[in-house]
C-alpha cells in the first residue's frame, strides 16, 4: 500500500468511528475529514471544495426550501391530517393509514419533515382510538424511510446514485423511475408492519395516562397527570403589606431563591376575577392571587414565612386561562444537553416550561436545572400567538398536542401559490423540460417570492448540517479514487469467483449499504458505496443502474436501531421503545426487503 492510501484509509475509518460514536455535529466531522484530506495533499484545494458546488449539494438545499414552504403555509399540515382521518380505530387499520400517509408525504418532503408533521397526528389518532402510540409510531418511522424509495428527490441517497451516472456520462435515472420498484418494496413494508409486525411491537403505553376519554382534545387535567404536576400548583394570595405587592416578578427573582415558577396571577376585578399568565415584567399588587408551581414543599413554606402571603389551596387546579402545549426534543436540536435555564426558553419563544418528562417519566428534580436530551418531552404554557409560533420552529423541538390539536390547521394566504408552484416542479422533473437542479432551484425560489416565508425563515428551513456534511463527504469518493483505495476494492471482489455474478455483487452492495446506514448517515453511506457500485459494473460489462438502483434502495433501510437515522430517534423517546423493539422488527424488515429488491430490480433494470 502507498502512503496516500494508508493516509485515506486511517481518515476514511476515522470518519466512519466518530460518525459511529455520534458525540460530534456530523457537518464537523465530515469538514474535519475533508481538511485532513485537504492539509496532507491527498485533494486540491479544487477537488476539497468542489462538493460545495455541486449541482446535487444545491438542489438538496432547495428541496429542503420547498419543503420547509409546505411546512410553514400549513398544506403539509393539512395534508396529514386529511389523510389520517381514514384511520378508524382498528390497529391495522390505522397501521396501514399512516404508513400510507407517511410515504406519500415522505416522497415530496424529506424525512424528518414528514415524521415532525405526522407525529402529532398520529399521538392524537391513539389517544381518540385507544391504541398505544408504541404500536404506530416504529411504523411512522419506517414508512416515511420508504416513502423516500419512491421518487427521485424522495431521499438523498437516490439523487446521489442519480448524480453519479450523470457524471459518468450515462443515462441518469428519471423522476419516477424509482417508484416500480419502491411501491413493492412499501407495499411489502405495510404488509409485514400490519401484519407480522404490529404484533412484535410492545403494546406499553408511554402514557396509560396519556390516553384521555374525549376524542379529539388533550385533557388538561391528563397532561397535568402525566406530568405528575397535580399536586405542585398552588394558590397563594398577597395580603396588603406583603413584600411581594408592588413589585414585578423580575425584581422579586422568585425561581432563583425560592425555586417556584409563578404561572399566573388572578386580579380582583368588577366582572370577576382576570386571569394573566406571568411574565417578567408583571407587576403583582395586593388582593392578586398567585398560582405557582413548587416540587419543594420546604422552599414554598420559606416564601410564605418571608414574604408574608397566604396559602389558599394546596394543591389548587391551573386556571383554564393558562393553555399548555406539549413539546418533542428532537434529534440534532441544539437544545440537547443543555438546560432550560441556559436556553433562556421563555424569553426566546415567548412560553415556559412547567415540567419534564425524559423517556416518558416525569422528572423529579428542579426542571429548570435538568440537561435536555432527545426524545424528551415538555409540558409549556403559553398563549394562543406564542403556541402558534411553537408549531413552527421544527429544528430544535416539535409541538406534539396542544389543547385543541384536532381544529382544522389554517391556510396561509400563500398555500394555493405553494400548491401551484409544487405541481409544476414535479411536472418540470418527470418530463425532463429542464434540469432537475434547475427546477428546484426555480420552486425554491418562487416559494420566498409567493411569501410562504418571511424574513430569514427560508434559510432557517435548510437543514445545514445535512448540506455541509454532504458537501463535505463527496469529496472523500474522490480521494479514495486516487489513492488506489477503489481500485484495491474492485480487484478484491473481482478476484473472488463467487462476487462476479451480478446477482451475488447486487446482495454484497445491498447488504454492506444496509450495515453502514445503520451506523453512518444513509447519505454519506451512499456516497462512498455509488462509485465503488459504477466501478465494479464497468469491470464486469454489467448495467450499473440495477446495482446503484439497490444501492439506493439499501440506503433506506435503517431499521434495525433507533440511531439508524434521526427518525428513529425522534419515534424513540415519543414511543418509549428499547433498543431491542427497534433489532425485533427492523432486521425482519430488512432481510424481506433484500430479497425483493433482489427479485424486483433485475426485472425493471436488467443487468
Not at 492539509?39 to 426550501?65: C, D, H, K, Q, R
Not at 432550560?340 to 419563544?349: A, G
Not at 434502495?553 to 434495525?560: R, V
Request: aromatic share 6%; proline share 7%; hydrophobic share 50%.
Amino acid at each position: 500500500m502507498t502512503a496516500d492510501l494508508w493516509i485515506v484509509t486511517c481518515i476514511l475509518l476515522a470518519t466512519i468511528v466518530a460518525f459511529v460514536l455520534d458525540r460530534f455535529r456530523l457537518d464537523v466531522v465530515a469538514f474535519v475529514s475533508l481538511m485532513a484530506l485537504l492539509a496532507t495533499g491527498i485533494l486540491t484545494p479544487t477537488e476539497a471544495t468542489a462538493g460545495f458546488s455541486n449541482p446535487l449539494v444545491l438542489m438538496i438545499a432547495g428541496l429542503f426550501v420547498v419543503g420547509g414552504a409546505l411546512l410553514n403555509s400549513g398544506v403539509a399540515d393539512l395534508a396529514g391530517r386529511g389523510l389520517s382521518r381514514l384511520g378508524g380505530t382498528s390497529t391495522v387499520r390505522l397501521t396501514i393509514t399512516v404508513m400510507l400517509s407517511s410515504a406519500l408525504l415522505s416522497a415530496l418532503l424529506s424525512s424528518t419533515g414528514t415524521v415532525a408533521v405526522m407525529l402529532p397526528v398520529v399521538i392524537s389518532l391513539c389517544r381518540g382510538s385507544e391504541v398505544p402510540p408504541a404500536k404506530l409510531l416504529i411504523p411512522l418511522a419506517f414508512a416515511a424511510s420508504l416513502g423516500g424509495m419512491l421518487t427521485l428527490i424522495g431521499t438523498p441517497p437516490n439523487m446521489v446514485v442519480n448524480q453519479v451516472l450523470y457524471d459518468a456520462g450515462l443515462e441518469p435515472f428519471h423522476f419516477f423511475s424509482f417508484a416500480p420498484a419502491g411501491v413493492v418494496v412499501l407495499g411489502l413494508g405495510v404488509a409485514f408492519m400490519s401484519t407480522v409486525g404490529t404484533r412484535m411491537l410492545p403494546a406499553r403505553r408511554t402514557d396509560s395516562k396519556h390516553l384521555p376519554p374525549d376524542r379529539g382534545l388533550v385533557s388538561r387535567p391528563e397532561l397535568i397527570h402525566n406530568y405528575g404536576i397535580g399536586s405542585q400548583i398552588f394558590q397563594l394570595r398577597i395580603p396588603q403589606g406583603s413584600m411581594l405587592a408592588d413589585r414585578t416578578l423580575r425584581d422579586l427573582s422568585l425561581r432563583t431563591s425560592f425555586r417556584v415558577n409563578v404561572l399566573a396571577v388572578s386580579t380582583p376585578g368588577p366582572k370577576g376575577p382576570v386571569v394573566r399568565r406571568c411574565e417578567p415584567d408583571t407587576l403583582l399588587q395586593a388582593g392578586d392571587s398567585l398560582f405557582v408551581k413548587s416540587s419543594n414543599p420546604q422552599a414554598l413554606e420559606n416564601l410564605v414565612a418571608e414574604s408574608e402571603i397566604e396559602l389558599v389551596a394546596s394543591p389548587a387546579e391551573l386556571p383554564r386561562e393558562v393553555p399548555l402545549a406539549e413539546l418533542i426534543i428532537p434529534p440534532r436540536s441544539t437544545f440537547i444537553g443543555r438546560t432550560i435555564r441556559e436556553v433562556d426558553f421563555f424569553h426566546n419563544h415567548g412560553a415556559m416550561v412547567i415540567a419534564l418528562q425524559q423517556k416518558g417519566d416525569p422528572v423529579d428534580t428542579y426542571t429548570s436545572d435538568t440537561a435536555m436530551g432527545p426524545g424528551d418531552t415538555l409540558l409549556v404554557a403559553a398563549n394562543a400567538s406564542a403556541i402558534k409560533r411553537l408549531g413552527q420552529a421544527r429544528n430544535d423541538f416539535l409541538l406534539v398536542s396542544e389543547q385543541e390539536e384536532q381544529l382544522a390547521p389554517k391556510l396561509s394566504p400563500a398555500a394555493p401559490w405553494v400548491v401551484a408552484i409544487l405541481v409544476a416542479m414535479l411536472i418540470a422533473m418527470s418530463t425532463g423540460v429542464v434540469a432537475n437542479v434547475t427546477a428546484v432551484l426555480l420552486a425554491a425560489t418562487l416559494m420566498v417570492i409567493s411569501g410562504a416565508f418571511r424574513g430569514s425563515n427560508a434559510y432557517q428551513s435548510v437543514n445545514w448540517e445535512s448540506i455541509v456534511m454532504i458537501a463535505a463527504v463527496m469529496p472523500l469518493a474522490t480521494a479514495l479514487e486516487k489513492a488506489g483505495a477503489l481500485d484495491l476494492v474492485v480487484t478484491a471482489i473481482l478476484d473472488s469467483p463467487g462476487l462476479t455474478d451480478p446477482r451475488a455483487l447486487f446482495l454484497l452492495l445491498f447488504a454492506v449499504t444496509s450495515l453502514l446506514s445503520q451506523a453512518i448517515s444513509n447519505t454519506a453511506t451512499s456516497v462512498l458505496i455509488a462509485p465503488l457500485a459504477l466501478e465494479l459494473a464497468r469491470q464486469l460489462d454489467v448495467s450499473p443502474h440495477p446495482l446503484l438502483m439497490g444501492v439506493a434502495l439499501a440506503a433506506s433501510t435503517s431499521f434495525a436501531t433507533p440511531v439508524a437515522s434521526p427518525i428513529n430517534a425522534l419515534v424513540a423517546g415519543a414511543g418509549g421503545y428499547r433498543f431491542g423493539d427497534f433489532l425485533k422488527v427492523g432486521v425482519p424488515l430488512q432481510l424481506l426487503i433484500l430479497i425483493a429488491t433482489l427479485i424486483i430490480v433485475p426485472l425493471l433494470f436488467p443487468f
